[in-house]
């Protein structure tokens, strides 16, 4: 099977470390193509930003995912989930809502732990969205920028333990779920030093997508997935034509 | 004062009536400009339609905010409500979120009686966002699409009206959202048959963008609405450039 | 229009600066008379003392109320206010629902600052009431009485700022809420030493009331706030004869 | 033991109607005393009318409570029970409160079926007051006003058995919970017709009384039920003097 | 009135001491026999454990209950409680749900103290499967293991002391509900201590058993707790035959 | 990898269906072994034959579960979840869970259809449990027993599908969980007739369990599932000796 791996930025780099990621735990048989941002920020830490890398993804999805089994958003705020599920002809995952699904299967209670604090409220309602305030055992920010876990993976792997450790330690945190996409490189470095499983939701929307293609489920069209009435989209570049 | 009303679509028509019901119940002082979408559908009803609108939204915010007091998103949804407020200079309302808050001063509980079915369940997850589940008695969706409001006001408004007493006499409603940008100017003949309040959002919020211009209120700039970092935002016509 | 501002206790400075702070924001036209508790305490601090506010409300109200265009029910706590819609003639909103709603325009989540620490269930009760838990970060006290607000205003202030500082830090609070009716006079003296909106709900409930009177919304009468049955209260003084 | 029953009404035959369901039930030492309203209406449908009872039930407990073990406020709507429970130097039960957590012991899921549609959003809040929205299945009115159910008691009974089946039937109800004070003599005679507990909320206070005084608990005094501070109630006839 | 009150291990001492501690409180005329478990473990800490009391108590309610009026599970876990009530003639009462709702009429919240912390999730799990989250003001644990209570009387209050303060002080408890079967017996010198009402599990359930066979209700068998279907149960050894 | 189904009733044709279940959507190198309960009920159906099926799930996992990668159990309910995840050395997922979680990625909401109508409230607890209530549309029952889908498929076929239609028109459902272990072979025939997926909780937990295994992931043992302290289990036949 083919999954496609969209990065939410612009960094390149990032795509391809992503795409690694995805490829380590992938079974035999899954093929995984990253894709690069086309407009955007180099990262993705607010709600504005996140905007710019919906109108990406919804690009990338109309054009290519007709080749492809699955999607996965590789942004931990799964920007666009609900909009790219009913254009994508193909099952879409994000990370956030894989990680949590698949935490509730070794955790009663798992924490996010992420970037800078501005994250926080998004995560607050990430969670929300997805129904999940009951096993969320807490949020917790770190120092980090986005492009930090990738540019100083020490410093991010110590500063993801730490705060890791108290919430472990003070909220009852019984799984870490890695609250961003460019942090599951460092999983094995942080789980060294955290006494409870650590969880990259791109592994785990891998492992989810290729469970779906598995059992042959599809992406409901019922209500919330209704694909998109066919209608003139004026004047977006690269995104015009009919909307479906 | 001066309020920037955005048009999530590109139907002009459709402008000028929510610019014309701003100006119903605008007090005297207050003037109103609408704004067409320069890109998108020509009617929003699901999440990949209103992702255009955002981009809309927050292209005209960027290009014109600094002369307004207050940005109305007139779109049901509140699409990019967080996403306008991180960016703009001045406050932003969405007028889902207006037509509830000020439905909670005069009812204990209410309905939304929107357009076709599809969009229930993203009223039901606006509801959810804004966190007042409590209130909301239930949300009717009609046959009507966005469009039929415009183009065939006595049909839209005898679903309306059923669909109001159905909300009232079963679901316990005491006042009726007006669940479209484009019911405003249907409000008064909806009301002749409606035996409790029935509310437009647009009224709502030109009235809580008015309160808080007096009051000197602004957007909160602590957590959940921090204003972007620059960052350059490669590639996005008309929306390049740094991102604040 | 004319507002009737009613202050929950005996204490007649209040009721005049609740006057002065109500008239300070609102707009020309808009008249505002305030009503001194007949009866009950000096200052409402806990639930027995604010049942006698509320035979206080709605002896006034019944008497006078007619020559109204709203009613300000001038208590942090919003007692009897289902009782008094039920009875007014006019629109009723509570302080504290009113700097609520209002508040969620501009924050996503804000705290409220009270006086002394035993009002602290009654304003966890007054959110849930609202059905506003999901908005609120937390409820802060103080070491100040009622009382202390109107007659030690710069030690208020201190203590005010301070709990006002923690809530941001440690709660996340985006907005305060001041959360009693003698607090208003000292919104911009806290405002300076806080980095979010401060709040107070006379200057909300004189601008919510100002908005449903422009836009002709009245209390709805079909479920919650019906209004009472004509019947006998035998030997309330005051309040005798028929309840409707 | 000593229990003073208050009737929220000015209706003597409530009272004594009252005082010998929960004598039917007490055990041999409790002795039942009925308070009838002093003022006030002559049934209570409303919060106005509440507002009259409470005033009622403070005035009884400050005059007298001191030569009892416990306090039945006998009104479904538990009003004023917090302030009550503030004023008086022994424990105070309302009969709603009593009846749903004695019934939670003989069922997952219980349904309140209780009078005219207009005290539904009322009985509402009283369950999530209480914070047991969990627990209860529906709330379902009948055609019946309080006094119907002293005067008709044939008629009452059909009413009531008819709403009741129907909760059991559609909406899971497990046990019903009679949702007025004056229903309790009619408990036999509906519970012949309904197959699961009718339940009874004066009967369910006697007992939780009779245990707190076995066991003997008394009110916390620690944060929401702190006696009220000695304050001077100007003005308030037959409530006059300091506050505590 | 006899009621079986059901030790959830194998330590005798215990029954002896749940046995004298139901009998402090109960009233003249309640006869209370306690029964050891048969099998599983001298002390209930996990949910493994809990699994083995169950069939303990399922065993002993099969052969013996029809000889009672009640049973008491006097483990705080309320293990099995549903399955019990299936299964009884008789109403079951579990000692943790009794203290909570017998606690909800002396306090509005009221916090958990209980044993080691590996069994703080499974009370958040059991104050949630009551549906009370809005009363309980926090869980807290201590060093104890069940045993220590047994054993090391002294240590124990002074360690449910320190924990009981501190939910006072911290978290807003106005009781306190001892978490374990056998702390019943420490309550006086814990309440010595703690500035708030003390509320030992077994007496509330003594307490409600004896209420509900006053006014004559049993275990509804609408939904919830129908009676398990005669069916063979095959290979359970003391408990074979026919599950029903 | 090798997993261990559990099946929860002594009925060896049914384990025999699970099994082929679950090898039909198993991928290359799963292999999967059904074990048929030793003792209990031949169906279970309600909490007291859940608590036979638990015995039957301990004593296997802890006499077997040393040889394989993970353990499925196969009963809706998933009755001992958590109490088995404390006692297996490998990763445990029950059937309900499962299939609500994998749900979660294609459907915005789902609907339980489930056999007799006596399960609901078992399953409504089972949604909270997980803290799922947010995604469940609905709960619908059927006249089916467990046994009539294993006897009389075309008519339990028939049943589901009528239900299933109902929970889609009615209640919003975009997918349908099958609500019970012995279902699975049938979710072609429904899928069918219903136009949403269709999702049978074997394959699911097959699907999670082989992701699980490829990423490495354990149960975590920090809160909720720490292993059992190593305690005399006195008398318990077949799961004597220490508890852990």
Same mark, same amino acid.
């Not at 993976?153 to 945190?173: H, L, Y």
């Not at 470095?189 to 785990?204: N, Q």
């Given at each position: 099977m083919r999954l496609?791996?969209?990065n939410p930025n612009t960094t390149e780099a990032?795509?391809?470390?992503?795409e690694r990621q995805a490829n380590r735990y992938a079974r035999a048989g899954t093929e995984i193509e990253g894709f690069?941002?086309?407009?955007?920020?180099?990262?993705?830490?607010?709600?504005?930003?996140?905007?710019?890398?919906?109108?990406?993804?919804?690009?990338? /999805? =109309?054009? =290519?995912?007709?080749?492809?089994?699955?999607? /996965?958003?590789?942004?931990?705020?799964? #920007?666009?989930?609900?909009?790219?599920?009913?254009l994508s #002809?193909?099952?879409?995952?994000?990370?956030?809502?894989?990680?949590?699904?698949m935490a509730c299967t070794v955790a009663h209670k798992w924490s996010i732990v992420?970037? /800078?604090?501005r994250v926080k409220p998004m995560a607050e309602h990430l969670v929300r969205f997805h129904g999940l305030e009951q096993r969320c055992a807490s949020i917790r920010t770190t120092p980090l920028s986005v492009l930090d876990c990738e =540019?100083?993976?020490?410093?991010?792997v110590r500063e993801m333990v730490k705060a890791s450790q108290a919430a472990v330690a003070e909220d009852g945190a019984e799984a870490i779920l890695l609250g961003c996409g460019g942090m599951g490189p460092l999983d094995d470095e942080i789980a060294k030093a955290v006494d409870v499983p650590v969880i990259d939701g791109i592994v785990c929307a891998v492992k989810l997508l290729e469970g779906l293609h598995d059992y042959g489920l599809k992406t409901s069209r019922h209500a919330a997935f209704m694909r998109p009435e066919p209608k003139d989209l004026a004047g977006v #570049?690269?995104?015009?034509?009919?909307?479906?």
């Amino acid at each position: 099977m083919r999954l496609m791996l969209l990065n939410p930025n612009t960094t390149e780099a990032m795509t391809a470390d992503m795409e690694r990621q995805a490829n380590r735990y992938a079974r035999a048989g899954t093929e995984i193509e990253g894709f690069t941002a086309k407009f955007g920020a180099e990262s993705v830490e607010c709600a504005y930003e996140e905007e710019f890398a919906i109108m990406s993804f919804l690009q990338t /999805i =109309r054009e =290519r995912a007709d080749a492809f089994d699955g999607v /996965i958003l590789s942004c931990f705020g799964d #920007p666009g989930l609900y909009a790219c599920r009913e254009l994508s #002809p193909v099952p879409v995952v994000g990370i956030a809502e894989a990680s949590m699904l698949m935490a509730c299967t070794v955790a009663h209670k798992w924490s996010i732990v992420t970037v /800078i604090p501005r994250v926080k409220p998004m995560a607050e309602h990430l969670v929300r969205f997805h129904g999940l305030e009951q096993r969320c055992a807490s949020i917790r920010t770190t120092p980090l920028s986005v492009l930090d876990c990738e =540019r100083e993976p020490e410093r991010a792997v110590r500063e993801m333990v730490k705060a890791s450790q108290a919430a472990v330690a003070e909220d009852g945190a019984e799984a870490i779920l890695l609250g961003c996409g460019g942090m599951g490189p460092l999983d094995d470095e942080i789980a060294k030093a955290v006494d409870v499983p650590v969880i990259d939701g791109i592994v785990c929307a891998v492992k989810l997508l290729e469970g779906l293609h598995d059992y042959g489920l599809k992406t409901s069209r019922h209500a919330a997935f209704m694909r998109p009435e066919p209608k003139d989209l004026a004047g977006v #570049p690269g995104l015009g034509g009919v909307s479906a």
